[in-house]
């Protein structure tokens, strides 16, 4: 909501077993080292869009689907921009982590209030 990941909203029960959800600030303080790992792949794009993202995200989601897990269920990302924040910019930063042989459907609706 607003750009932050909130577990209360989150229905993660549905999820199969070897598939991790989290916030991403959760999955930095878990293990911050992978975390840098990633962020140092992107450091020499000169892809301007990924530069904006990089510069003004400050939460998103991580997604973890383990090595050989075929995800069925439709994970859902739902960005509910509420009337308090119309005047506001989220920028998320999601990291979809797939292990070998992993399977997983993503959908980002984005749904804001006027």
Known sequence: MDGVYVSELS???SLPAGVTLCSLKD???KDPERLQKLWALDTDSNDVFL???RALATEGI???VANGIHCETLIHIIHYN???SAQAIASPRHVLWLGKHAQAHVVEPFIAWD
């Open 11 to 13: 229905q993660l029960k």
């Open 27 to 29: 999955a930095s303080v």
């Open 51 to 53: 530069a904006l993202n």
């Open 62 to 64: 991580f997604i973890e």
């Open 82 to 84: 509420s009337p308090q």
